[in-house]
């Protein structure tokens, strides 16, 4: 499996506050992703990047910035969180977005409450 | 828009039965196809890639893609309690779509 760790774990913080969250690979991996998990909902992809740098968007990116400065780090900044970004996140990352070598490796993701 | 549906669940299987979890996708230009499995409160692992029409085996495992019917299925054999977890389909078109998940539970 692809080294990928999440920090923090677990978060708990309040409504308009801002919120980073960082994902580290030590695989190389030029494609890092940020996911979100609800119930009902499945896994929605937030952003993606495709080199340091360079990002994109995904189907539910309102409300979240993301940052590349290094091939092994992908930050998730929450400007201003809100309620309905309480979730788990998960950060992936693959070597290509071709077959065969587009298969995404999760982290252990990060358990984030707004209140 | 382009989604990934699998059998809603949850589907239960008694210990040494075959599991069987199906996957239709929408997208037509999708190229690859993951199984994800996931227990409570960790994160996907992955089972699972195809590429090519047919069935691709690993240990109890079968993967089936049919592109003409944009079907994927997951079979598992001598189901053990261990195997117990929510199962992801997943679709790529250079940008991967999941499925809500399958919950099988594996009953002693």
């Known amino acids: 499996d692809a080294g990928i760790t999440q920090s923090p774990r677990h978060k708990v913080t309040e409504t308009g506050t801002p919120v980073t969250l960082r994902c580290h690979q030590t695989e190389n991996h030029r494609y890092m992703y940020w996911y979100r998990q609800d119930p009902g909902h499945g896994l929605r992809l937030i952003h993606y990047?495709?080199?340091?740098?360079?990002?994109d968007k995904g189907e539910v990116s309102d409300g979240y910035s993301v940052s590349r400065s290094k091939t092994e780090d992908f930050l998730l900044t929450l400007e201003s969180a809100t309620s309905s970004q309480t979730s788990v996140y998960f950060c992936?990352?693959?070597?290509?977005?071709?077959?065969?070598?587009?298969?995404?490796?999760f982290g252990p993701g990060t358990r984030l409450t707004v209140l | 828009q382009k989604e990934v549906e699998q059998n809603s669940g949850p589907l239960s299987v008694p210990e040494g039965a075959i599991a069987s979890l199906n996957c239709t996708y929408s997208?037509?230009?999708?190229?690859?196809f993951f199984w994800y499995r996931q227990y409570s409160g960790k994160s996907p692992e992955l089972i699972m890639s195809i590429y090519s029409n047919g069935d691709k085996e690993d240990g109890r495992f079968t993967a089936q893609l049919n592109k003409a019917s944009q079907y994927v299925s997951l079979l598992i054999r001598d189901s053990q309690p261990s195997d117990s977890a929510t199962y992801l389909c997943?679709?790529?078109?250079?940008?991967?779509?999941f499925g809500k998940g399958t919950l099988l539970t594996v009953n002693p």
């Open positions: 992936a990352s693959s070597y290509s977005r071709s077959p065969p070598t587009d298969t995404q490796y």
């Open positions: 997943g679709g790529s078109n250079y940008k991967l779509t």
């Open positions: 990047s495709y080199g340091v740098k360079d990002t």
């Open positions: 997208d037509r230009g999708s190229q690859s």
